[in-house]
């Protein structure tokens, strides 16, 4: 099969490229993470406070929602603005950074609302055949 990802992956591969060394490769691990998505979803929305956030997302505890902003943060496409009140208030917005995420997030959303009836079908043809064997 060729095409333009065969061809780049090609030239990588020809210039040295190691998958085990791969530069994107904790950048995508980190950005395909589930709530990585759906907290970058809620940030499009606008600013969120983080207890807000967490009320949005019922299902993450507030251990995995602090670890995943503090990596969003590093990573460069959240930003953390603690306000002088009392008590402290903090709100998480999207960087321009993190709003350029959202096309490419969009469609990769897009593709997987698209076809998961196929997927649907294909895991239970494979865990049919499964159980089969």
Not at 2 to 8: E, W
Not at 81 to 101: H, N
Not at 116 to 130: H, P, V, Y
């Amino acid at each position: 099969m060729t095409g333009p990802t065969n061809d780049r992956i090609a030239a990588m591969k020809a210039d040295g490229f190691d998958l085990e060394d791969c530069p994107v490769r904790t950048i995508l691990d980190h950005l395909a993470a589930k709530w990585t998505t759906l907290i970058v979803f809620e940030l499009a929305e606008g600013s969120r406070r983080f207890n807000a956030l967490g009320r949005s997302l019922p299902d993450i505890s507030k251990r995995m929602l602090t670890q995943s902003l503090r990596e969003l943060e590093r990573d460069g496409l959240v930003r953390r603005e603690v306000f002088d009140t009392k008590p402290p208030s903090v709100e998480y917005s999207l960087t321009e950074m993190g709003r350029s995420f959202l096309a490419p997030l969009e469609t990769m959303t897009d593709w997987a609302v698209q076809s998961q009836a196929d997927i649907l079908r294909a895991r239970a043809a494979f865990d049919g055949a499964a159980t089969a064997s």
